[in-house]
């Protein structure tokens, strides 16, 4: 007979996105031998569920092979400011009713422009951000919706910029002879990779 020790353990997943976007926190919890007897999710020492619950979305997980994932889906009218939420489970068979794991949800604010252009002049569109935890990197994704690359310089040119307080400002100079292959309405988007945590915002439209 082989014994396994087990120990109760909760890894919460950080995330870092952009406000107004919808964003789904975890909890995974190891160690046990059996489905959770509770599981709450908290923003503020209050259930989010009686907060307004068409803003928040718990699923408490499946137990399977000593593990149970619980989510959290914060909708993107509620996802306006940074935030610490926190999952509280109960499990009798370690005796403990209040478990409690904060989750770190940092917000970001994007800001750009639509704009005219015209066909004469190099033209460079920017791409604002602010409220980041850290520095992070932009990707520039093409009408084509490919990565822009930055070495095919008589193409593009692409500037990151300085990260200054929570704050930075990439943008991208489009060639006269790029702009001359594009059609009116087409659409260049910028994607942020959090330095912080390893998620992606979504796809943000010029």
Known sequence: MTLTLLSLNV?????????????????????????????????????????????????AGTYGSNSQTTTLTVKAAANSADSTYTCVITSNEWLNSN????????????????????????????????????????TWIGPDNNEISGSDTNKYIIDQGAYVLGSKSSSLTIKTSEIATLASGDKFKCKLKSAQYSTYSALIPL
């Open 11 to 59: 890894q919460p997943t950080d995330k870092e996105v952009e406000s107004g976007t919808e964003t789904m926190l975890s909890c995974v919890i190891t160690g046990i031998t059996q489905q959770l007897n509770a599981v709450v999710w908290r923003k503020d020492g209050t259930d989010v569920t009686t907060l307004s619950g068409s803003n928040y979305v718990v699923s």
């Open 99 to 138: 478990k409690q794991t904060n989750v770190i949800l940092n917000v970001y604010v994007v800001t750009f422009d639509d704009r005219s252009i015209t066909t004469a002049t190099d033209q460079t569109i920017t791409c604002g951000i602010n409220g980041l935890s850290a520095e992070t990197t932009v």
